[in-house]
């Protein structure tokens, strides 16, 4: 069975309008093309809809029990249609996943999972780990916003870039490299963690010391920060990485804060989203708040630095 859904805008138009005449003028089509449309209607229902009482036409009780569903069926047509649609927060019902390094789900989450509930209490949030391999959630559907520290390289998943995170050390109390200046030689020799889901021993760091003819001692890889934190709390070990998204986790711990002995490139944040949720109202909603949680942790006060002297 075929049928012609604009038949329901003339249903709908000649309901509530009584007439030929006026539900043709109500939609800018001719009276003729319009009782075209009521002899179809009339056919597909075999109903006749509306009948001629003198010099008025009335609806048939089985129009009169139609014209409110009628009515609502064109209303939610034009709504899952319209290019404007508004988005009603407070009615909102949807469940986000949300996939975020740990350290950036540590400490940003308490404000997003705030914000959101605050404005839409009908969203729920899935924040979910990253994985330890690329994956194609974006794509298939299953993850609606991710973080990461480069840009996408598959064209259909968007980016944006909301803040830069720089490097700093971070040691337990009374560490030996907090005695006396830090230069290149006493970091290098150092016992070093790094921060890595794949569990990788080398890194940026490792990179930017070998220009310099110095190689670094990495004595093991972490999963996650906070394992790295801690380790670094009860151990010798030092763990370098970014300042933003660990400082509230460094000052729990009361770790010491030291800046590297030499310049760094600083770490991007990107916020990834598949395009099909480019004109998502409710998903344009959810990434700017996003945005705006991460951005306001980039813009606290950095961890003190010390003088960058001692670069070599």
């Known amino acids: 069975m075929q049928l012609d859904l604009n038949l329901l805008t003339a249903l709908d138009a000649l309901l509530e309008e009584g007439s030929v005449a006026g539900a043709a003028a109500r939609l800018h089509v001719t009276a003729p093309a319009m009782s075209r449309s009521l002899g179809r209607i009339r056919k597909a229902t075999g109903d006749q809809i509306l009948v001629r009482t003198g010099r008025s036409m009335v609806p048939t009780t089985r129009a009169l029990a139609m014209r409110a569903q009628v009515h609502a069926l064109v209303q939610q047509a034009h709504q899952l249609l319209s290019a404007q649609q508004e988005l009603d927060l407070a009615a909102l019902d949807r469940v986000f996943t949300v996939r975020w390094h740990d350290a950036l789900t540590a400490a940003c989450g308490t404000a997003l999972i705030t914000a959101v509930h605050r404005q839409a209490p009908g969203v729920q949030l899935r924040l979910s780990a990253e994985p330890g391999t690329d994956t194609p959630e974006l ?4 993850v609606d916003l991710e973080s990461s520290s480069g840009p996408p390289t598959l064209p259909d998943i968007r980016h944006r ?3 830069k995170d720089r490097l700093i050390v971070a040691v337990r109390p009374g560490h030996p490299l907090t005695e006396g200046p830090l230069n290149l030689e006493r970091y290098a020799a150092a016992g070093h963690l790094t921060v890595s889901r794949r569990g990788r021993l080398r890194d940026q760091i490792d990179d930017a010391l070998t220009t310099r003819g110095l190689e670094r ?15 670094a ?5 030092v763990v370098t990485l970014p300042d933003a998204v660990t400082r509230a986790a460094r000052d729990q711990l009361g770790l010491v804060t030291l800046q590297p ?3 760094l490139p600083d770490v991007p944040l990107y916020l990834l989203w598949h395009q099909r949720y480019d004109d998502d109202r409710a998903h344009t909603w959810l990434r700017d708040l996003a945005s705006e949680t991460v951005q306001a942790l980039f813009a606290a006060p950095a961890a003190p630095q010390q003088p960058l002297t001692h670069w070599k």
């Open 139 to 142: 794509r298939r559907g299953e």
């Open 217 to 231: 001692r990495v004595v093991a890889a972490g999963p996650t920060t906070a394992f790295a934190l801690q380790l």
């Open 161 to 163: 870039l909301v803040g």
């Open 261 to 263: 002995p030499l310049p």
């Open 233 to 237: 709390l009860d151990t010798d070990l």
